[in-house]
């Protein structure tokens, strides 16, 4: 298992479930690799060490745990399997990942593995705490597309035993299945939306400056991921919460050059929008001037500043919001930009993570740069 480099990690806020840990078994160019996650974590390495690969599993337990059928979560499934992995007898090629998430109910366990061929399927799940295991599903019959359940009951029968489809994930399942009549029950379901809701509202990022640079049509107002749409979202957010977009408007004069008294869009006559940095004095600069350093920055401090309710997020609708926690996952964190800039946006997400509604998973090449920053989780990957 790497370890984290950084000794002052700052700890999390009890109460919100979080993943606290994100497990590779088998998975792409991964092998018995265990990431432990704090609340602002960096995956450092070269390219080619898996940095984008374990933000892409983080993403597909996400989804997994939302409910999505595994064949959209895994749309090219055998990228994902491990290149020395052979067929066994029948054929099959698979992957496991599962993670582990704490909150009220204490650490929990979910691993789960994948069949790639011959047919995509969740063959195998298991959710466990303190070596207890509260659900396991096994595939039976290769020839019907279910699985054996088995869910700790602690009643009059030990276990409750069900069939499962094989294309989603049981976790997210059981609160459809299980009574929550016996203590046993209960324990299981809360387990389960602690796991849910620890992996939920995930926003995979990855500023994408040539996109940000055009006028684009008013549209929904969520942040999507390659912050193409940035301008709509400014639109929206820059009358929504004034005294946050003074904080934005104070971070992005951090990064950016020159003076900024406010960061806005504009709308042309065309009915597009268009992103502007206020100089002051009646001078204002077209965002799609700025160096893509800028840019960048400029899009992840928005994204650090907002919420599940802007950004293209799914939500535990059910759950209140105080118990749910945006997991940002920002690959190629700090491209283009210079030094000054990567620290500063460093710093921001320490702040920004430290009070407990956000955590943030980027991946860099080297993370030495980050070294002083309070709160950071350096995890150094290797191949």
Known sequence: MPPPASPGIAEDRPGRPRVTELRLSAFAGHRRAGLPLGPLTLLAGPSGHGKSTALRAYEALARLGAGIPVGEVFPDPLACVPERARP??????????????????????????????????????????????????????????QVQAAWHTAGQSPVTRAPLPDDRLGTALLPLRVAGKTDGQRRVLAAAEQTVVALRSVF??????????????????????????????????????????????????????????????????????????????????????????????????????????????????????????????????????????????????ARMCDRGHIRLVGAVSDASWAAGVDGVTVVHLKP
Request: net charge neutral; charged share 25%.
């Open 88 to 145: 066994d007898a029948q054929r099959r090629r698979g992957f496991r990942i599962g993670c582990t998430t704490d909150g009220p109910e204490g650490p929990i366990r979910l691993d789960v593995a994948v069949q790639a061929e011959p047919t995509l399927r969740i063959v195998g799940e298991r959710l466990s705490v303190d070596g207890l295991v509260l659900l396991e599903t096994a595939l039976r019959d290769p020839g019907r597309r």
């Open 204 to 349: 995979a990022c990855d500023p994408r400056p040539g996109r940000m640079r055009t006028p684009v049509p008013t549209g929904s107002g969520r942040l999507l991921g390659g912050c193409d749409n940035l301008a709509d979202v400014l639109w929206r957010t820059q009358a929504e919460c004034a005294k946050r977009h003074t904080q934005f408007v104070t971070a992005v004069r951090a990064g950016c050059g020159g003076p900024v008294t406010d960061v806005l869009a504009e709308p042309l006559t065309d009915r597009t929008l268009r992103a502007l940095l206020d100089r002051g004095d009646g001078i204002r600069t077209d965002c799609g001037r700025l160096g893509d350093g800028e840019l960048r920055y400029l899009a992840l401090a928005l994204v650090l500043f907002t919420g599940p309710g802007v950004l293209e997020v799914d939500p535990a609708g059910e759950v209140p919001a105080a118990m749910q926690t945006l997991t940002v996952l920002a690959d190629n964190l700090d491209r283009a930009m210079d030094p000054g800039q990567r620290t500063e946006l460093l710093r921001l997400a």
